[in-house]
T-cell receptor, first 116, second 114 residues
């Protein structure tokens, strides 16, 4: 079984400030981890993913995340927030894909607000 | 290229009615998923198709929900005797093949049951 916990349903930052969105996971198998972003009335867009290899992964729009197995975490960061980053962010976990299937289990999301 | 498309974008129905929601995956993608996103929640898995067959339907909440993918491309999610609690955004995603890891999501269908 797998689960995801996103701490903070709402996060507010000033434009230019560091963005930190927290994600902790639980998985009985080696996890694959994802961050998706959802803009209003749009589908989910993949920001970045960790499958194997380097634990620090870089994604689109200047976001990055680090897989820390010892902490079961995959926090999302961006050094400098931009107004266009305002959206809802979802962390998700799945197992490996060798067996096919591998549905995503999502957290409840974090709404990011960026203020001037 | 074209992404995942879903129709209709919005559907309003009355309690007890039958609805069908359609998903067109990215061309050539063999894996297709349905998720349901209730207000204020993350998406929840409903069903997964590999080709024409439902490989995992463990997320379907009850027997009022059914999905098909007869030719291994377009999929239809069918809900019988709709209830107000079925109101949600229904998301479809596709993945290129079993060995790849990224699911691409459509814009969703917002279902409102009155």
């Amino acid at each position: 079984a797998q689960s995801v916990t996103q701490l903070g349903s709402h996060v507010s930052v000033s434009e230019g400030a560091l963005v930190l969105l927290r994600c902790n996971y639980s998985s009985s198998v080696p996890p694959y981890l994802f961050w998706y972003v959802q803009y209003p009335n749009q589908g989910l867009q993949l920001l970045l993913k960790y499958t194997t290899g380097a634990t620090l992964v870089k994604g689109i729009n200047g976001f990055e995340a680090e897989f820390k197995k010892s902490e079961t975490s995959f926090h999302l960061t961006k050094p400098s927030a931009h107004m266009s980053d305002a959206a809802e962010y979802f962390c998700a976990v799945s197992g490996d894909f060798t067996g096919g299937g591998n549905k995503l289990t999502f957290g409840t999301g974090t709404q990011l607000k960026v203020e001037l | 290229g074209a992404g995942v498309s879903q129709t209709p974008s919005n559907k309003v129905t009355e309690k007890g009615k039958y609805v069908e929601l359609r998903c067109d995956p990215i061309s050539g993608h063999t894996a297709l998923y349905w998720y349901r996103q209730s207000l204020g929640q993350g998406p929840e898995f409903l069903i997964y198709f590999q080709g024409t067959g439902a490989a995992d339907d463990s997320g379907l909440p009850n027997d009022r929900f059914f999905a098909v993918r007869p030719e291994g491309s377009v999929s239809t999610l069918k809900i019988q005797r709709t209830e107000r609690g079925d109101s949600a955004v229904y998301l479809c995603a596709s993945r290129e093949r079993a060995s790849t890891d990224t699911q691409y999501f459509g814009p969703g269908t917002r279902l409102t049951v009155l």
